[in-house]
């Protein structure tokens, strides 16, 4: 398998520490959306990040397709059960991270990609909003010992420690950590495991 994408990306960081933890060999091709597009081409057209390519070839793309992939490949698998009550709350946990991570990357290329005349502020504004709604949710969960994390966690708690991890370091002013000490504890009983280890943030 290869992994394309920037550990940089909350989504192909997901994918890479999902299948550190599942002890899938796989080679990671950093190519950047910044200075790479070309290349990201040959894996995805559409140039987004990350695609996976298979042994046989064929090529996946975004993350939540992968990940669906990727665990059922892996019949033992523990990280999310294939039916059932607990799968669906694990993906929606998955989904309330995910969708703070989507206004995330629309927070931080709105400013980058538009002269400063032409940024306008209300939708900033309203990004933060959905972002800090995300972390408000995860937060309330969190404070009822609903991510293990550690050596037990989940898909959902791989993927709220990654995306917490990236939303404080991009944007420590909507991701305080004064104000979502549980999400802080969460990342702590992951960053330090060997998967998260193996796939540190770039730069």
């Not at 019949?75 to 995330?104: F, V």
Request: glycine content about 6%.
């Amino acid at each position: 398998m290869i992994l394309v994408g920037r550990y940089a990306s909350p989504f192909v960081r997901r994918v890479g520490v999902v299948l550190h933890t599942l002890g899938t060999p796989f080679e990671h091709k950093g190519l950047s959306t910044a200075t790479d597009l070309a290349a990201i081409k040959g894996y995805n057209p559409i140039a987004r990040v990350p695609a996976l390519m298979l042994d046989n070839g064929e090529n996946l793309m975004e993350s939540a397709a992968i990940l669906d992939a990727i665990l059922d490949m892996t019949p033992a698998q523990k990280l999310c059960p294939n039916t059932g009550a607990e799968r669906r709350h694990i993906l929606q946990h998955c989904a309330i991270m995910c969708s703070g991570l989507d206004k995330a990357i629309q927070y931080i290329y709105e400013p980058r990609r538009r002269p400063p005349e032409k940024v306008h502020q209300p939708v900033l504004e309203g990004l933060a909003e959905q972002i800090t709604a995300s972390l408000t949710m995860l937060e309330s969960l969190a404070a009822k010992n609903t991510f293990k994390g550690g050596t037990q966690a989940n898909l959902a708690d791989l993927t709220v420690a990654v995306g917490w991890f990236f939303l404080h370091k991009s944007m420590p002013q909507i991701a305080d950590a004064s104000k979502f000490a549980h999400l802080v504890a969460l990342s702590a009983r992951c960053e330090n495991l060997p998967a998260f280890q193996a796939c540190k943030l770039e730069g």
